[in-house]
């Protein structure tokens, strides 16, 4: 009777590791069984042997019995099929299956081989020979091709440095902005958007209108660019960023960039540069944009006169503008620092009662220090992450109803409040339970009265207080038994912004005298607009294939943010081209395929081009982002440097390019590339920053 039985099967073939595998055997009476036929079927499926070998094959088999190996025919039976005890196998508790593979080779076969051998070697060691001639000479050439490199950067550094000191030995107002698209926050992420170009664009128009020969910059806030400033000896820096609390070092920074990545540059930093260095006599006043604006306010020495002006980061700034407009506006018109903010806080109030969105966050004011949501304490960011979503505005104090002669747009309440976060949630929210758990626990409160806790937090109209803040002094009444009066905790328009004027000698700022020997105007505005970049990822990192992906992820979700948070109607429409395939023959044809459209020769081409994205640029409905990969046959010849220059000439917003390149075609592009326009992102420099944080952890 034949019946399945499974056993080990271990193959042994030469200069390779055993195969062991489970494998059926026929187990006919006591004995088992398997054609010849058919184990060399399975060896050649696994890879054991070849199928052009099959004649050549010797097999032989493990006796456990006998404790050696014994030759195929031995083991021989009828219709070429092998047959085994079960003491042949092992014991019946483990049956296993040893089975060497040897090859039949003649004698003359092997003189055949060892005469290839032999042949192989002389042409290895002439191949050797020929290929160190070669490197000496490639490094002979190489060696010429880095002096020339070398002698040509001198002579560009020293084109640069010749245009840079002509166009730029003094400025009068530096205004210096960030915009790094990646930040490293445990791994890879998009930074948080600040609407600085409507800001700039409101500061300039207030320079053009005073009609006076003011020299300005605008520069990418870099570490270098910082340097750069202050060398400029301006009367006013101006610096619009984001910016949070780092808890590893306990300190608030202002978030710079280094190209395209954000970097931190802390308070000790800040103030070791202002007090140290020798070229900030000449500055009168300093400006800051930010959401750590007051924060940072306290570092600054109180020589200087400073202006702080509270930024949201990811969100339209509807009010910023305005107030610095009008106090530009004043400032270059010879009103002291006092009353240039004075005005512009006015116009502030008038613009926030006509917003329609208008809102104080409880980020804007200072915290208790006993409040755990404290933003300075614990980063902005965290802070307002952890705000309650189940809380509104709520108006208060208007005199409209007690006074008819009295608008919105004029006057509120002694108090100047614009009134309480509260709590909507009509049902239990345990969101709202937990912030007032969190608070206790900071306090380490163990026990309160809940009735009189809850008739403290109780505001008008019996809503529940959303502040923390409320909710901090709620329960600081509750304790002590006190009756502090929360109106004067509302939350006002002015809790935005703050001047920090102590030396009042400091206060008349006399613009006009300290520019009265510029001989003109510098208007050269340069400054990389939202929608309208190229991004460079280079340095392509083999330790980490996933880095590129997800740079080119966050690229996407920082402009996806940015339309979002400026109510921008706008569609994000990704164009891929890779290039991988291409070379100097066919890539225009490739292109062109892409972009859809047909074109009879070169020049047609580059006709067709310029046709389809003014037809782009019309679709305003659009944020358009090409992603170019893989230009490395291309990126040197003449086709493609008139194809990337036609790129910039014609783009005027809503497109964004992306290449991603070496560090050989980064210089090539950006050597081509107007500064306005470009940021790098360095994929070395990310996967650093990540491996200093991972082993911070």
Partial sequence: MKEPILITLIVQADKENDFIVQFPLKKVNSMC??????????????????????????????????????QEKQVTIKNNTFQFSEKFLGSPEQLVLIVAIFYNFS?????????????????????????????????????????????????????????????????????????PIIRVNNGIKESLFVDYQSEIDKIVEAIAQSNKPIRYQVLNATLSNLELAINLHPIIIHVISHGDYDEKSASLYLEFQDDGISTKLKTDEIQNMIQNHKAMTRIKLICISSIVAKNISDYIPKAIPTVVFQKFYNSVDLEGPIFWGKFYEKILADFTIQSAYDQAKKDLKLKFWKNDSKFICCCFHKHNEKCPYDPASIGFEVSHSQHLSCVQQKWLHILISYLPHTTVDEEQCELSCLGRLIHKCTNQCDNYANQIDTILQKLQITQIDQDTLYANLQSIENKPYGCCCDQLNAILETIENSNQNLAKQQHTYDQKIELHLFDENANNLNFSEKIENNQEQHTDINFIK????????????????????????????????????????????????????????????????????????????????????????????????????????????????????????????????????????????????????????????????????????
């Fill in 33 to 70: 069984q398997i054609e010849r036929e058919r184990l060399l079927r399975f060896l050649i499926k696994q890879h054991k042997i070849q199928a052009q070998d099959k004649t050549k094959v010797i097999l032989e088999f493990y006796d456990f019995q006998n404790e050696a190996f014994i």
């Fill in 107 to 179: 004698y003359s076969k092997l003189i055949e081989i060892d005469q290839a051998i032999e042949m192989f070697e002389i042409d290895k060691r002439q191949f050797q020979e020929q290929n160190k001639q070669q490197q000496n000479q490639f490094q002979e050439y190489a060696q010429q091709f880095q002096e020339m490199k070398n002698t040509l950067d001198d002579i560009q550094n020293q084109l640069s440095t010749q245009k840079s000191q002509k166009q730029i030995e003094k400025a009068d107002i530096v205004i210096l902005y960030s915009n």
């Fill in 530 to 697: 939202v929608d309208k970049q190229i991004i460079l990822v280079h340095s392509y990192n083999l330790q980490n294939t996933d880095l590129q992906e997800q740079s080119l992820k966050a690229i996407s979700s920082y402009f996806k943010v940015y339309l979002k948070q400026m109510s921008i109607k706008k569609q994000i429409q990704k164009v891929q081209i890779n290039l991988k395939d291409c070379n100097i023959n066919n890539w225009i044809e490739y292109v062109a395929n892409q972009l859809n459209f047909q074109y009879s020769n070169n020049q047609d081409f580059f006709i067709k081009l310029k046709d389809y994205f003014i037809t782009l640029k019309n679709q305003v409905q659009y944020l358009y982002i090409f992603l170019i990969e893989n230009i490395i046959n291309i990126y040197a010849s003449d086709q493609f440097k008139m194809f990337y220059e036609q790129i910039q000439n014609v783009i005027e917003s809503h497109f964004i390019l992306v290449f991603t390149v070496d560090n050989v075609q980064k210089d090539h592009l950006k050597s081509l590339t107007a500064d306005k326009l470009i940021q790098l992102i360095d994929l070395n420099q990310l996967y650093s920053l990540i491996e200093i944080e991972n082993a911070q952890k």
